[in-house]
């Protein structure tokens, strides 16, 4: 196995890692929903600028991952759960060690968590009745 090193090594991350996700019973109907077959290609290289501009510092992604979440929220009325931010980070993990190591792989692994938990706490603060649900 290798080190993260490199645009290439990240687009190979995103791409393997979401063609598992596309395929996972409980989170890929989510995605394959929200996400239209022509789209995808587009989508794996914003995804794949967001993590160069995380782990290589290279200002490359524009855009605004809360507010994706809290519309495909929105659209599955309220319907994401803390368990599809884990589903996530379950398998992002399990790609990560089937394909590298080192310090990168594990920025990598840390930022996501961070970053799931994040996402999963601005769309549940965004929802009308988190002030007085759980």
Not at 4 to 15: G, M, P, Y
């Amino acid at each position: 196995m290798k080190e993260i090193e490199s645009r290439a090594d990240i687009a190979l991350l995103v791409n393997t890692f979401y063609g598992e996700i596309r395929k996972e019973p409980f989170i890929g109907p989510i995605f394959n929903k929200h996400i239209a077959e022509e789209q995808w290609p587009k989508h794996l290289e914003t995804l794949t600028d967001f993590w160069e501009t995380n782990l290589f510092g290279i200002a490359k992604f524009k855009g605004n991952p809360t507010l994706k979440h809290f519309n495909v929220d929105k659209n599955l009325p309220h319907g994401i759960k803390q368990e599809h931010f884990g589903k996530w980070l379950e398998l992002w993990f399990q790609t990560i060690d089937k394909l590298f190591v080192g310090e990168l792989a594990h920025k990598a692994k840390e930022a996501s968590r961070r970053m799931a938990h994040g996402q999963f706490m601005a769309v549940w603060n965004n929802r009308e009745n988190s002030k007085t649900a759980f």
